[in-house]
């Protein structure tokens, strides 16, 4: 599953994933990469402790990237995630 929130709230920014997440019957155990695209780096620090707020002080692999615009206008941030349901094996018998 792959997500994607544009805010213009870092502060705020994991509340809408949760909800995401759920409805995949996944949650932030299951994210294993998040790709945050910023547009002023001022933010990174509460971007960071919001979403260490949200998935633990394991969370999954992270890349930040410094852009100088994003599509929707007046978001600070981008951020896509990838997240991996658990698989369940199908037996026959």
Not at 67 to 76: F, H, M, S
């Amino acid at each position: 599953m792959s997500l994607v929130i544009e805010t213009s709230t870092p502060r705020n920014m994991p509340a809408p994933l949760g909800p995401m997440l759920g409805s995949a019957r996944l949650d932030f155990g299951h994210v294993v990469q998040v790709n945050v695209y910023l547009k002023d780096l001022e933010h990174l620090g509460v971007v960071s402790r919001a979403f260490s707020d949200a998935v633990g002080p394991h969370g999954p692999a992270g890349t930040v990237v410094a852009v100088t615009d994003l599509p929707k206008a007046g978001a600070l941030l981008t951020m896509s995630l990838t997240a991996i349901a658990p698989t369940v094996e199908s037996r026959s018998w």
